[in-house]
């Protein structure tokens, strides 16, 4: 577990990549899931080149709770992680929900990034009825 100071305390994985100074990756999680169980078929093979992180994203698994959610909240605490733990320069890698977090990482925070790698993703939702209802099925479904 991992205090980010003024936000709350989450769930972090550190595997260490091949050397000390070995650049970072933090993996993003998508919804409904956590970051080790989102990851961990990568972490092993990236972890022979990178060193790998992973996080529980607020209200999810181990990850902060707090009253309200929001994916610009999830970037801020990620960007708190990379400051924390002082991570020079990482590439913050997200899938679905986690990549919109990562962009958003880049956006809230550009001078604490190097890369960005994206996977199942958009920069926005539509706010068609359809995903309204989506998000609100998945809005309950966690609780909220």
């Known amino acids: 577990m991992v205090e980010l ?7 972090v994985t ?4 091949p050397t000390p ?30 060193r790998v992180l992973t996080m529980d994203q607020r209200w999810h698994g181990r990850g902060i709770q707090s009253p309200e959610f929001s994916l610009s909240d999830c970037a801020d ?3 708190a992680l990379i400051e ?5 320069d990482p590439i913050v890698g ?3 929900m986690g990549s919109m977090i ?6 809230q925070h550009p001078d604490l990034v190097e890369g960005l790698v994206l996977g199942a993703t958009t920069d926005h939702f539509r706010n ?17």
């Open 14 to 17: 550190d595997t260490p990549g």
């Open 77 to 79: 605490d990620a960007a």
């Open 102 to 107: 990562a962009q958003l990482v880049w956006r």
């Open 5 to 11: 100071p003024g936000r709350g305390e989450t769930f």
């Open 21 to 50: 100074d070995s650049p970072a990756i933090l993996l993003l999680h998508a919804v409904g899931t956590t970051g080790l169980l989102s990851w961990y078929p990568a972490i092993k093979p990236l972890s022979q080149r990178f």
């Open 128 to 144: 068609t009825p359809w995903e309204r209802g989506f998000h609100a099925s998945m809005e309950l479904a966690m609780g909220g």
């Open 94 to 96: 997200g899938y679905s």
């Open 84 to 88: 924390v733990l002082g991570l020079r």
